[in-house]
C-alpha cells in the first residue's frame, strides 16, 4: 500500500519558519520526481517546489529564496523548508510523488501564518 505522510505544519508568525515532511512507503521513492504543492481556501491547487531524481529544482516563483525543497533517498523523505513565511503561504500543504505513472499524493498538512 502506497503512503505519502506529510508532518511539519502549524500556526506560525509571519517572518517565521517551519519545515514540512513527507515521508513514503510502498514505491521505489528513487525513481520518483517529488513535489509539494498548495492549495488555499477558495484557490486552485498550486505547484511549490520539485525535486528530480536527478537533483534539479524548481520553484513557485512566489516562494523563491525563501522556500527549498530538499530529498533524502534513504529515508524515502522529501522536505521543505520554509522562511521568511508570509500570510499568503496559508494553505493546506501536499507532497507528491510525480513522473512516474501513477502519480500518488499525500492527505496534506495545513500550514496557517497568522499573527
Known amino acids: 500500500q502506497v503512503q505519502l505522510v506529510e508532518s511539519g505544519g502549524g500556526l506560525v508568525q509571519p517572518g517565521g519558519s517551519l519545515r514540512l515532511s513527507c515521508a513514503a512507503s510502498?514505491?521505489?521513492?528513487?525513481?520518483?520526481?517529488m513535489g509539494w504543492y498548495r492549495q488555499a481556501p477558495g484557490k486552485q491547487r498550486e505547484l511549490v517546489a520539485i525535486v528530480s531524481t536527478g537533483g534539479n529544482f524548481n520553484y513557485a516563483n512566489s516562494v523563491k529564496g525563501r522556500f527549498t525543497i530538499s530529498r533524502e533517498n534513504a529515508k524515502n523523505t522529501v522536505y521543505l523548508q520554509m522562511n521568511s513565511l508570509k500570510s499568503e503561504d496559508t494553505a493546506v500543504y501536499y507532497c507528491?510523488?510525480?513522473?512516474?505513472?501513477?502519480?500518488?499524493w499525500g492527505q496534506g498538512t495545513q500550514v496557517t501564518v497568522s499573527s
Open positions: 510502498g514505491i521505489i521513492f528513487s525513481i520518483y520526481d
Open positions: 507528491r510523488a510525480q513522473g512516474v505513472f501513477p502519480n500518488y
